[in-house]
């Protein structure tokens, strides 16, 4: 198993442009999580899926943000249109069981 | 609602001094608790955790942490700590059920003098 599999690893755009962020689970997870980091807020909870459906996606900060999962094997967190404030670290975690595995993550910064 | 505390933002030591970062979270029923770090750059990383058993749980590189339940705490400790050991770590927690998330601490960044 490759692990959390994320891409890109970095991404620069210019305000006001679609982001997508993209996120290939381990395999045979149950929950898939998005996270975002910056050094003024930590580490974010912006919304989880099981099996497919979105649980909880109460930190998504606004209607800019949108999280989708196809199907079990795939995730995208877009951002439209996006702003400076949003550049940050985005993480993408999978559990399996009862421990959560996470992916390198995508650097945004947002121009 | 649930929530876990840590309440050293930034906790700078020399190298060989002994290491503790306290964790509390608010939340009465069983739990599993976690210890993760991230290194500079990059992602996050499990550390130990704890599921049931010992409370004094063992995890790699001289990592410890012990769980007092009626403290609600789940401390990290390193007797000695490395220039290596220099990262973020966070303590996390999840209800004993499978329809839970898992939710993290603010995190303590750890710097070590050499």
């Known amino acids: 198993d490759a692990g959390v599999i994320q891409s890109p690893r970095h991404e620069v755009t210019e305000m006001g442009q679609e982001v997508t962020l993209r996120c290939k689970p381990i395999s045979g997870h149950d929950y898939l999580f998005w996270y975002r980091q910056t050094m003024m807020r930590g580490l974010e909870l912006l919304i989880y899926?099981?099996?497919?459906?979105?649980?909880?996606d109460s930190g998504m900060p606004e209607d800019r943000f949108s999280a989708k999962m196809p199907n079990a094997s795939f995730s995208t967190l877009k951002i439209q249109p996006s702003e400076p404030r949003d550049s940050a670290v985005y993480f993408c975690?999978?559990?399996?069981?009862?421990?959560?595995?996470f992916g390198q993550g995508t650097r945004l910064t947002v121009v | 609602a649930q929530s876990v505390s840590q309440h050293n933002h930034h906790v700078i030591l020399s190298e060989a001094a002994s290491l503790e970062l306290g964790c509390n979270y608010s939340?009465?029923?069983?739990?599993?608790l976690f210890w993760y770090v991230q290194y500079p750059g990059q992602h996050l990383q499990l550390l130990l955790k704890?599921?049931?058993?010992?409370?004094l749980v063992k995890g790699i590189k001289g990592f410890e942490a012990e769980f007092i339940k009626s403290k609600f705490s789940f401390n990290l400790r390193k007797p000695s700590v490395q220039w290596s050991d220099t990262a973020e770590y966070f303590c996390?927690?999840?209800?004993?059920?499978?329809?839970?998330?898992?939710?993290f601490g603010s995190g303590t960044r750890l710097s070590i003098r050499p």
């Open positions: 899926f099981n099996n497919n459906v979105p649980i909880d």
């Open positions: 704890y599921f049931s058993g010992d409370p």
């Open positions: 939340y009465g029923g069983t739990v599993n």
């Open positions: 975690a999978t559990t399996r069981g009862l421990e959560a595995f």
């Open positions: 996390a927690v999840k209800e004993y059920s499978s329809a839970s998330k898992i939710i």
